[in-house]
């Protein structure tokens, strides 16, 4: 038998052609890498982040600062290896998707649940405040770190664990903001400032934010839509309610009661709920340190009084302030909290979930406010319950 074989001597160059082309293949691959950036059109609402990707990347960009929109930091997910190797400055480099995160807050942790990333769960801040069962079945397992107990995660065991990634929040001060203890470790930290946010849909898409560090954009922006179109039908809904019932919230702390800013997330849903909110002309989007006195004035003919803090009954309310009883709301039976479904800690859902879904809690309150309505909503209340 005969065979066609090529001249030995022509091999070897012929060799060097074929890695040639292919190194320049690569190096060409390479240098487009973080090329041709495209910005996710599908953001719509919220400011805080933004997120750009091509075949090799995704970029995502924090704005983290309070006082302004500058970029605070910014994250490449890199679905292919060569990204890694680039030498980028001011910024983090990670693996797409990222397989091992630590969730500083019970919101993060339930919301990688939501993305079907329960895997990717490898530490948590504190198991008290957790809800959900799917995370509390893990921690049992014991295939879950708890890294916290109080206001810092124990640093020690963060850095043992190796993360991709660290989930934590921000007060928007990106001085203060970071450790500088866990900054000096390296490790990727993304700061979420979701609460900086001015609408409760914008809230509720930085579950783009999170998929996007464990590849689930299908998914979150399934999620997202489902949420915006569900949230635009209830504010629908509540516009034919013939009445507009006035409203306040929380209960005095020490010396002061912090009351939600006119322009806050729970002024914005209150609103769209068709219902007025005492404090709605206030253009603040934190809270409002006032006495009892100057709530007392403006609210004790209020409809309806919303969260008070973990109480679970009207003699628990007394037993924190005899006064209030005087309050209309309180005599009338048209105080709610939002702890029907809490722990044994008594943490509830709706701190874990409410932020990724606001269409639950407008669907409570219209239920609460417009009881001519209810008939129309296909739930019973999520995560409300009147206080007797």
Same mark, same amino acid.
């Given at each position: 038998?005969?065979?066609?074989?090529?001249?030995?001597?022509?091999?070897?160059?012929?060799?060097?052609?074929?890695?040639?082309?292919?190194?320049?293949?690569?190096?060409?691959?390479?240098?487009?890498?973080?090329?041709?950036?495209?910005?996710?059109?599908?953001?719509?609402?919220?400011?805080?982040?933004?997120?750009?990707?091509?075949?090799?990347?995704?970029?995502?960009?924090?704005?983290?600062?309070?006082?302004?929109?500058?970029?605070?930091?910014?994250?490449?997910?890199?679905?292919?290896?060569?990204?890694?190797?680039?030498?980028?400055?001011?910024?983090?480099?990670?693996?797409?998707?990222?397989?091992?995160?630590?969730?500083? !807050?019970? &919101?993060?942790? =339930?919301?990688?649940?939501? #993305?079907?990333?329960?895997?990717?769960?490898? /530490?948590?801040?504190?198991? @008290?405040?957790?809800?959900?069962?799917?995370?509390?079945?893990?921690?049992?397992?014991?295939?879950?770190?708890?890294?916290?107990?109080?206001?810092?995660?124990?640093?020690?065991?963060?850095?043992?664990?190796?993360?991709?990634?660290?989930?934590?929040?921000?007060?928007?001060?990106?001085?203060?903001?970071?450790?500088?203890?866990?900054?000096?470790?390296?490790?990727?930290?993304?700061?979420?400032?979701?609460?900086?946010?001015?609408?409760?849909?914008?809230?509720?898409?930085?579950?783009?934010?999170?998929?996007?560090?464990?590849?689930?954009?299908?998914?979150?922006?399934?999620?997202?839509?489902?949420?915006?179109?569900?949230?635009?039908?209830?504010?629908?809904?509540?516009?034919?309610?013939?009445?507009?019932?006035?409203?306040? !919230?929380? &209960?005095?702390? =020490?010396?002061?009661?912090? #009351?939600?800013?006119?322009?806050?997330?729970? /002024?914005?849903?209150?609103? @769209?709920?068709?219902?007025?909110?005492?404090?709605?002309?206030?253009?603040?989007?934190?809270?409002?340190?006032?006495?009892?006195?100057?709530?007392?004035?403006?609210?004790?003919?209020?409809?309806?009084?919303?969260?008070?803090?973990?109480?679970?009954?009207?003699?628990?309310?007394?037993?924190?302030?005899?006064?209030?009883?005087?309050?209309?709301?309180?005599?009338?039976?048209?105080?709610?909290?939002?702890?029907?479904?809490?722990?044994?800690?008594?943490?509830?859902?709706?701190?874990?979930?409410?932020?990724?879904?606001?269409?639950?809690?407008?669907?409570?309150?219209?239920?609460?406010?417009?009881?001519?309505?209810?008939?129309?909503?296909?739930?019973?209340?999520?995560?409300?319950?009147?206080?007797?």
């Amino acid at each position: 038998m005969k065979f066609n074989c090529m001249p030995h001597k022509l091999i070897i160059p012929a060799l060097f052609l074929l890695l040639f082309c292919r190194c320049q293949n690569d190096a060409a691959k390479h240098e487009n890498v973080f090329a041709d950036l495209k910005t996710d059109s599908t953001l719509r609402y919220a400011k805080r982040f933004s997120i750009a990707a091509n075949d090799y990347v995704t970029a995502v960009y924090l704005f983290g600062n309070r006082a302004n929109r500058d970029t605070t930091a910014v994250f490449y997910i890199c679905k292919d290896s060569l990204a890694l190797k680039e030498g980028v400055t001011h910024a983090y480099l990670l693996r797409s998707p990222c397989k091992k995160i630590a969730a500083l !807050s019970s &919101i993060y942790a =339930s919301m990688l649940c939501d #993305l079907r990333a329960t895997d990717a769960l490898a /530490a948590i801040d504190n198991i @008290d405040y957790i809800t959900n069962p799917r995370i509390i079945d893990k921690y049992n397992a014991h295939h879950l770190e708890e890294l916290s107990k109080g206001p810092q995660p124990d640093l020690e065991r963060l850095v043992a664990l190796h993360p991709d990634v660290v989930f934590s929040f921000g007060m928007g001060n990106p001085a203060s903001d970071l450790d500088p203890k866990l900054k000096q470790t390296g490790i990727p930290v993304a700061m979420s400032v979701d609460h900086l946010e001015a609408t409760p849909l914008a809230r509720a898409e930085w579950i783009k934010f999170f998929a996007a560090f464990v590849d689930k954009k299908q998914l979150a922006d399934s999620i997202f839509s489902e949420t915006e179109k569900n949230y635009f039908a209830l504010k629908d809904l509540a516009q034919h309610a013939a009445e507009r019932p006035t409203v306040f !919230s929380e &209960i005095k702390y =020490s010396d002061a009661w912090y #009351l939600p800013g006119g322009k806050s997330f729970m /002024a914005q849903l209150i609103s @769209d709920a068709h219902a007025d909110y005492l404090w709605k002309n206030d253009t603040n989007a934190g809270s409002l340190p006032l006495s009892f006195e100057q709530v007392y004035a403006r609210a004790h003919d209020a409809d309806y009084w919303l969260n008070p803090s973990m109480v679970t009954k009207k003699t628990g309310l007394l037993s924190y302030e005899s006064r209030y009883g005087s309050f209309k709301a309180f005599k009338e039976n048209h105080v709610y909290n939002n702890n029907k479904n809490a722990n044994a800690k008594g943490y509830s859902a709706y701190w874990e979930t409410g932020m990724i879904y606001p269409n639950r809690i407008l669907s409570d309150l219209i239920y609460i406010f417009h009881p001519g309505l209810r008939a129309q909503l296909k739930n019973d209340l999520y995560y409300y319950r009147q206080i007797n």
